[in-house]
């Protein structure tokens, strides 16, 4: 026996509270549902049956339209990389202890010599940033970058320190930058997700959940593309008789307007309807997206494309992918380091051999996509961001490596609206603490959200009972790197 008039099938929730004793409660749930949502530009909170990907201005005038996340995950050598310490050669092979002082607990137990870097520092280009060796192509536009040496972390171990990177939170399930970004701006393309991940081959310590929607609805989560021809499984529509896939398609939507007519204003269902036909309109966007044919030979060469190290090739590729997704709208795309280096950047040993490696895999594509974009004049609208979860100690860990360090590290932008050739804050005489301009994760993320338009204290979400927020009770725009 059904509530209200005669059904077929069971009713829902909803539906019986809609019909039973006259809607009443309909009407109790209707007033909850008013309740004020803090999404974008104070918007309700989108359902079903309104597309969430769709555009959302911003709170207030955007500098970029797009990031781009150039993820090095394992952490790399501040000291090492663009943090240039000459008393590190002078009090090299001593003991830290005594040269540096008191040592904070490192996370492996194994302290060594005070450890130079073994690539020499220049000044480069007019604004003379310091850059190592490591870098030849990358110093080449060493006048677009915004170099922050202040970083810290709360986390000195990956998992936690990739959570609180990736979402503001050193626990596993809340929503990723990419997918708060999305809540809050909305997609300019609606053929292809508006946070896309291009995994080169190693997802980080921590896994997907460092690109999840967490408590956001699922549209805002990441796709993740592998390194392949075609990233997306089941992405070619398999033809094998003329108009079978069209008949196909038309069954499926007369089911679809069957559905929506029996169910009408179930979310659920409206929901599952559209994921399906937005996965349709993938299948024609992606596969123009992948074919690089069109490029040309010097594009290609530029990326890397046809470089002797496989591991170049693959991030040359992923970084030309990245500069087409800008160019079809695409709203935050994040870039994993391809495998085949041994252990990503977490030097504990091998630190020469295993940094080298990781240098050449990255150096060029990266030099040839802020080359690339600023030709076509999208570096102005386009974020980039360069970094890992911590750095490493400027003492050895055993005799030729170096341990994670959380209590100061680098990270650089460049384009979208912040200073090019500028460096930001400092780490003491040894690349070892922050002493000047600390930056923490929250005023990253704070400042990324602000170069896009979004006022990170006003882009909120209610969840348990909570006004939730991708910097939490914390973070400062860093006013200062903006042009």
Request: charged residues 20%; proline residues 6%; contains cysteine.
């Amino acid at each position: 026996m059904h509530c209200g008039r005669f059904q077929k099938s069971p009713l829902s929730r909803r539906q019986m509270l809609q019909q039973c004793a006259n809607g009443f409660g309909a009407v109790a749930l209707s007033a909850l549902m008013q309740g004020r949502s803090f999404g974008a530009v104070s918007a309700p909170r989108p359902s079903a049956s309104i597309n969430p990907l769709a555009p959302k201005a911003p709170h207030f005038p955007a500098r970029a339209k797009n990031v781009i996340f150039l993820y090095m995950d394992g952490g790399p050598s501040q000291v090492d990389t663009f943090d240039h310490k000459p008393m590190l050669e002078k009090f090299h092979g001593q003991d830290p202890r005594e040269a540096i002082g008191k040592l904070e607990p490192t996370q492996f137990d194994n302290v060594g010599k005070v450890l130079k870097s073994p690539w020499e520092f220049k000044q480069r280009g007019e604004s003379g940033l310091w850059i190592s060796d490591l870098f030849p192509w990358v110093s080449k536009v060493a006048d677009d970058l915004c170099v922050i040496k202040s970083m810290v972390s709360k986390f000195p171990e990956h998992t936690s320190a990739n959570y609180f990177l990736h979402t503001g939170s050193g626990l596993q399930g809340r929503p990723s930058m990419g997918a708060w970004t999305g809540y809050g701006l909305g997609s300019v393309n609606q053929n292809l997700p508006g946070f896309i991940v291009l995994n080169g081959g190693l997802i980080p310590p921590g896994g997907l959940d460092c690109f999840n929607s967490g408590f956001l609805p699922a549209a805002y989560q990441a796709s993740v593309f592998k390194p392949a021809d075609m990233p997306v499984a089941n992405i070619q529509p398999q033809e094998k008789e003329p108009g079978r896939q069209r008949r196909k398609l038309d069954l499926v939507r007369s089911l679809d307007d069957a559905a929506l007519g029996r169910f009408a204003g179930e979310e659920q269902i409206e929901s599952a309807i559209t994921n399906y036909e937005f996965a349709y309109r993938m299948q024609s966007e992606v596969p123009d997206l992948m074919d690089i044919s069109g490029e040309s030979e010097a594009t290609r060469k530029l990326y890397g494309l046809d470089a002797d190290y496989p591991q170049t090739q693959t991030f040359g590729r992923q970084c030309l992918v990245a500069r087409r997704l800008v160019e079809r709208g695409v709203r935050f795309i994040e870039l994993t380091c391809p495998g085949g280096n041994g252990d990503r950047w977490d030097q504990h040993s091998k630190l020469v051999d295993g940094h080298g490696k990781n240098c050449q895999t990255v150096d060029q594509p990266i030099y040839a996509l802020i080359t690339d974009l600023k030709k076509r004049g999208l570096l102005d609208s386009t974020l980039v961001v360069w970094g890992g979860e911590f750095g490493r100690t400027p003492f050895a860990q055993g005799s030729d490596g170096r341990d994670h360090n959380p209590f100061g590290f680098t990270m650089w932008m460049a384009g979208g609206g912040v200073k090019g050739g500028m460096s930001y804050g400092e780490t003491d005489d040894w690349g070892y603490k922050v002493v000047d301009g600390r930056a923490e994760i929250h005023d990253l993320h704070a400042t990324m959200l602000h170069l896009l338009g979004v006022e990170h204290t006003r882009s909120t979400f209610r969840w348990s009972g909570r006004d939730m927020r991708l910097t939490d009770v914390h973070g400062h725009v860093l006013r200062e790197i903006m042009a």
